[in-house]
């Protein structure tokens, strides 16, 4: 059986500012429509926030 591990995460936003923060399978977390970047160790991942949508990132 293959088992997922769970990773710490920081979520910047354009000025490269921590705007959240969590780990990856936990509750999800809200914020003001934009444009982020996702941060989990060596990985990083874009994402487009828009108003009233559920975005979701993946950090293959």
Request: net charge negative; proline share 0%.
């Given at each position: 059986m293959t088992r997922a591990v769970a990773a710490q995460f920081q979520v910047l936003d354009a000025n490269g500012d921590v705007v959240a923060s969590g780990i990856t399978g936990n509750e999800a977390?809200?914020?003001a429509p934009g444009d982020y970047?996702?941060?989990a160790g060596d990985?990083?991942?874009p994402a487009h926030i828009v108003?009233?949508?559920v975005t979701m990132i993946g950090l293959d």
């Open positions: 977390i809200s914020l970047r996702i941060v990985r990083e991942a108003s009233d949508e």
